[in-house]
């Protein structure tokens, strides 16, 4: 376990504005301060105010999902990787070379070839992802939307803030869905309708705070390990997680340890594509240079809506300027802390030049978790569930 940052002249108090702490701070006491008569009609209307708040931010995805109950495209994210794969399989390039040569766009496809084709992949997902060949074909696209909701459903349970009264928890989870089909609305809708691997991602993120928390030993090397594994699906979330556990103040050779493992691990899955695709390297770098980003309402990148005011190159650089901007005030603040690890999932959005809607899971699980780590708010958070009773109790004829 790391050792504990608090600080002993004030014990309520960080050391450092968003440095981390293993203490815990004494549980908040929820029971009301005073007993009147309209205490029993207030708690119960205050909890039901804040479920239909809750309910009112979910019921977009949840109307949404429930009439794409019977779509045929459940899981259709996997027609991606079952490309790849198909590829290898049958002795060719894992990247298709018209993708390599000359520009492309994801989504409509180029010099003819299909929509769903392998593309910004990274060579060791296709090791990762293989094992589900193992599924029949049939089935394979409900399998991998499975998969993935099981993932996102572990991520949120990660990351749940158990450290905030509930009533708090589900006002966050609403504010953080935002009104029904807004974009983090539909980002979640879009996750579990395509089961994007982002889901991946997220159980990622989760695992890497989970050690920072709970565990320590082979168990904390473990989970930093499986950690950036998982996030590295997709490069730049694993290049923001790796920048907040290099900050770390405490635990560094847990961090260091876990970090050497996982890349252990992502070499290891690379080797099998380079022995079938010994140029595959190379060409998924050309591939990542090669994209055209798709010019529509539907890619939310900074750099899309920045470029018709800046110019395409300049959007691009200012904006990659700003992500790396944002893993280095990581690491050079060492802010290992629920800060910094907010910071470092945002820094992807600004590096990816295609932004889907389920890209803002990101930074939404990773304030979820983080939330409850800020003792600010734990300290406002331990006055709520009391407040409206202090007032009825004040109110109460003497």
Same mark, same amino acid.
């Given at each position: 376990?790391?050792a ?6 004030n014990?309520?108090r960080?050391?450092?504005?968003m ?9 908040p ?14 708690r ?5 105010a ?7 931010a ?25 490309d790849?794969?198909?590829?290898l399989a ?28 392998w ?6 997902? %296709?090791s990762? &992802?293989?094992? #589900? =060949? !193992?599924? /029949?074909?049939? +089935? ?6 499975? @998969? ?12 749940w ?13 609403a ?7 807004s ?6 809708v ?6 994007n ?15 920072r928390?709970r ?30 556990l ?6 560094r050779?847990?961090?260091?340890r ?8 992502l070499? %290891?899955l690379? &080797?099998?594509? #380079? =022995? !079938?695709? /010994?140029?595959? +390297? ?5 591939v990542? @240079? ?22 395409g190159?300049?959007a ?55 939330v ?5 708010l ?17 109110a109460?004829?003497?």
């Amino acid at each position: 376990m790391a050792a504990s940052c608090v600080d002993p002249a004030n014990p309520g108090r960080y050391r450092g504005r968003m440095a981390i702490t293993t203490g815990r701070a004494a549980p908040p006491d929820h029971a009301p301060a005073a007993r009147g008569r309209w205490d029993r009609p207030r708690r119960l209307a205050v909890r039901v105010a804040i479920l239909v708040v809750f309910a009112w931010a979910a019921s977009g995805p949840i109307r949404h999902v429930a009439g794409l109950v019977g779509a045929s495209d459940w899981g259709s994210d996997w027609r991606w990787l079952q490309d790849g794969l198909d590829r290898l399989a049958m002795g060719l390039p894992l990247n298709r070379p018209e993708y390599v040569t000359a520009p492309f766009s994801q989504a409509t496809g180029s010099d003819g070839a299909p929509t769903y084709t392998w593309s910004l992949h990274p060579p060791y997902n %296709a090791s990762l &992802v293989a094992p #589900l =060949l !193992l599924v /029949p074909a049939g +089935i394979r696209e409900g399998a991998w939307a499975a @998969l993935m909701a099981v993932a996102l459903a572990g991520s949120v349970l990660l990351a749940w803030p158990r450290r905030l009264w509930w009533g708090t928890s589900l006002l966050l989870a609403a504010a953080t869905l935002g009104p029904p089909l807004s974009a983090p609305s539909i980002g979640l809708v879009d996750q579990l309708h395509f089961a994007n691997p982002n889901a991946l991602v997220l159980l990622g993120l989760a695992l890497a705070w989970w050690r920072r928390r709970r565990a320590n030993g082979r168990v904390a090397i473990a989970l930093v390990a499986t950690g950036v594994v998982l996030a590295a699906v997709k490069i730049v979330p694993a290049m923001g997680l790796a920048a907040w556990l290099l900050a770390a103040r405490d635990g560094r050779r847990v961090v260091t340890r876990g970090l050497l493992a996982a890349a252990a691990v992502l070499v %290891a899955l690379t &080797v099998p594509v #380079l =022995l !079938l695709n /010994p140029g595959v +390297i190379g060409d998924t770098i050309a591939v990542q @240079l090669n994209l055209v980003p798709v010019a529509d309402a539907t890619n939310l990148a900074p750099s899309a809506w920045l470029a018709p005011h800046l110019g395409g190159i300049a959007a691009t650089w200012l904006t990659r300027a700003a992500g790396i901007g944002l893993m280095g005030l990581v690491l050079v603040r060492r802010l290992d802390g629920p800060g910094g690890f907010v910071l470092a999932a945002c820094a992807p959005l600004f590096l990816t030049p295609q932004l889907w809607a389920h890209w803002f899971l990101i930074p939404i699980l990773a304030a979820l978790i983080a939330v409850g780590d800020w003792p600010r708010l734990r300290a406002l958070d331990a006055g709520l569930p009391t407040a409206w009773a202090t007032r009825a109790g004040s109110a109460q004829p003497t």
